[in-house]
């Protein structure tokens, strides 16, 4: 019994087609299943596959939105799946990097629980900083600095405001990035270091050949993800391109995903 929670632990989905995966029972996209993540509509299919949230190939975005917060359908839209390929559904041990089980990942998950699986712990400990900072980044990594919009989540106060720049919500990003007053702290920290102009130019490609520029971009402050591309001939002329909205992930997602629809983009033009 108790190996067989263990093993719930450590499972998830890792999507294909989409047509075996519960989309709200299952997990798939965190450590829990949907269902016991978001507020439901009382009229709700609980045994929707996920397949039943794509069109076209790809996320339903529209129906996303009927069922799910925006936050939600921002981190939905992030994950890849393979609406009109040939990858089936499969279970993966979340603990590895390669999605295979190993008994040391188990006895790692057992002992030292879901923070294990956080790689960015590894980093915290081992940097050599004071230990009350260590403690600090902790905290605001893991949402625990009291600010007003902890307080009130906590009903330790009505107010979440930030009364020093009356902005309406004391966030702990806010205090520590856009607050006035951690901008001028910022700007005095990097007064000091020597700035250096950098003038940048397309580069043409040989004759007769195209070139594909791609880029990926995240905001900080909601975690969005995007990427675009052109594709032009050694003169400059405009080929094709593309943009797309890819949900909330890391910037490195957003370049992987920019790689990869500009290389469909090249393929799609090469067969016309």
């Known amino acids: 019994m108790f190996g067989a929670q263990l093993l ?10 989409g047509n075996k995966v519960k989309f709200w029972r ?7 299943p949907l269902m016991l ?3 439901l509509a009382p009229d709700l299919n609980l045994n929707s596959l996920i397949s039943d949230f794509c069109v076209n ?29 040939v990858l089936e559904d499969c279970q993966i ?4 990097s390669n999605g295979l089980f190993f008994v040391k990942s188990s006895y790692n998950l057992l002992f030292h629980g879901v923070d294990w699986l956080n790689p960015w712990w590894r980093v915290l400990w081992k940097l050599r900083v004071p230990p ?30 930030y009364d020093y720049c009356k902005w309406p919500i004391e966030s702990t990003l806010h ?17 000091g270091t020597n700035k250096v102009q950098v003038l940048l130019a397309w580069v043409p490609p040989e004759i007769g050949v195209v070139k594909l520029n791609i880029d990926g971009s995240r905001r900080v402050s909601t975690g969005a993800i995007g ?12 080929i094709g391109g593309f943009a797309v909205n890819l949900g909330q992930g890391e910037v490195l997602e957003a370049e992987l995903w920019g790689l990869f629809f500009g290389l469909n983009l090249v393929v799609e033009k090469k067969s016309r």
Do not use: M
């Open 8 to 17: 719930d632990k450590g499972l998830i989905w890792r999507l294909g087609k």
């Open 26 to 32: 299952d997990k798939w996209i965190s450590d829990v």
């Open 37 to 39: 993540t978001v507020d």
């Open 57 to 85: 190939g790809s996320w339903d975005v529209e129906k996303l939105r009927s069922v799910l917060p925006e936050e939600w359908v921002q981190k939905v839209t992030g994950c890849s799946a393979d609406f009109q390929g």
């Open 93 to 96: 041990w979340k603990p590895t």
């Open 132 to 161: 009350k900072l260590q403690i600090f980044f902790w905290l605001v990594f893991q949402e625990k600095i009291l600010s007003n919009e902890q307080r009130v989540r906590r009903h330790l106060t009505g107010n979440c405001a």
């Open 175 to 191: 205090i520590l990035r856009d607050c006035s007053r951690a901008r001028k702290a910022i700007v005095g920290f990097n007064s």
């Open 227 to 238: 990427a675009g591309g052109v594709l032009r001939d050694y003169l400059g002329q405009w």
